[in-house]
């Protein structure tokens, strides 16, 4: 069984849009209790690498290999460490299913949620390798257009999905985003 029954969410955005391969490397932010970590080392195998980062401890797997590290994704700190544990190589596909906790008062959780996830697109434009995929949680609301415009910005391909899975907390939309653009490097002519 899955450690949150989130896992079947990103199980369908998979089966939609074709996140992971054999040999992948894949960073999961906000990952804890580590169902989408368990989906995601199930796909790249033994021959890829998955870390998942998270506020709350994510206790060890026993038949995955995962690295996780114990952080505030908004502190530079917590970046570090993940950089660290990336390399030179960069990353495959990066993941987030962070949400803030909710205070129940819409404008503020939906701002809270648009501050983590673009926490999350950051991370995704520094540490994906060109080509690379980017999944993120988002609360809708009056920021999610900007945000999703950003976003579409970098990437060739860009589709907002409301997974079956999580029909019960309607306000949520996952933004799958395919293919990280990679600017040319300027040659100053
Ligand atoms: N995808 C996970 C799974 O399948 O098990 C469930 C993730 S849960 C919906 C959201 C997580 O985001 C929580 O565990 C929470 O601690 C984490 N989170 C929220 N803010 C964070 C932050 N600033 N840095 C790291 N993790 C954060």
């Known amino acids: 069984g899955y450690r949150a029954r989130s896992a079947y969410k990103l199980k369908q955005l998979d089966e ?13 932010l906000g990952a804890a209790p580590g169902g989408w970590l368990q989906i995601a080392a199930e796909e790249v195998g033994e021959s890829g690498t998955v870390v998942g980062v998270d506020l709350q401890r994510i206790d060890d797997f026993d038949d995955h290999d ?50 983590l996830a673009r926490q999350a697109f950051d991370v995704a434009e520094e540490l994906l390798a060109p080509g690379g995929d980017f999944v993120v ?46 600017a040319p490097v300027e040659t100053g002519d």
């Not at 860009?158 to 899975?165: E, W």
């Open 16 to 28: 939609e849009a074709d996140l992971f391969d054999s040999g992948d490397t894949v960073v999961d």
């Open 66 to 115: 995962v690295e996780t590290i114990r952080g505030d994704m908004t502190q530079e700190r917590t970046r570090h460490y993940l950089r660290e544990a990336i390399g030179e190589r960069g990353a495959d596909v990066v993941i987030s299913d962070m949400a803030p906790n909710m205070t129940g008062e819409y404008s503020l959780d939906h701002a809270r949620s648009v501050h």
């Open 137 to 182: 949680k988002v609360f809708q609301g009056e920021d999610l257009d900007a945000f999703r415009e950003d976003v579409r910005d970098e990437f060739q391909y860009l589709r907002t999905v409301s997974p079956p899975a999580s029909r019960d907390s309607s306000s949520e939309v996952y933004l799958v985003a395919k293919g990280l653009i990679t």
